[in-house]
Nanobody, 124 residues
Framework: QVHLVESGGGLVQAGGSLRLSCAAS????????LGWFRQAPGTEREFVAA???????YYTDSVKGRFTISRDNTKNTVYLQMRSLKSEDTAVYYC??????????????????WGQGTQVTVSS
């Protein structure tokens, strides 16, 4: 079992930055691919970014150039650095994990483990 806990969310003005963290426990994440997803009120959960166990990164088009996903296996943590935030980035952000490759990494159905989420609110 992998237990995931997100942190770092909050209220920020448009154009600002936040860094989300997702700390894992239970197992070492070095062999896991990790993803960030978000869900705004009244919408479906959507893919934001992923990093494979080998370090390959993936982003949805709307965050490319603004968000950076990274991982620190020594700390068993994955990060999402968010810059130039927009009001449309407002959502609950979730991290997720799947062992080894994530294949189609944007597909939430393949991830086995999920955190409880952290709220990000961007004021315009």
């Amino acid at each position: 079992q992998v237990h995931l806990v997100e942190s770092g969310g909050g209220l920020v003005q448009a154009g600002g930055s936040l860094r989300l963290s997702c700390a894992a426990s239970g197992r070492a994440i070095s062999s896991y691919s990790l993803g960030w997803f978000r869900q705004a009120p009244g919408t479906e959960r959507e893919f934001v970014a992923a990093i494979s166990w080998s370090g390959t990164t993936y982003y949805t088009d709307s965050v490319k150039g603004r968000f950076t996903i990274s991982r620190d296996n020594t700390k068993n943590t994955v990060y999402l650095q968010m810059r130039s935030l927009k009001s449309e980035d407002t959502a609950v952000y979730y991290c997720a994990a799947v062992q080894y490759g994530c294949g189609r990494c944007s597909y939430d159905g393949q991830y086995n483990y999920w955190g409880q989420g952290t709220q990000v609110t961007v004021s315009s």
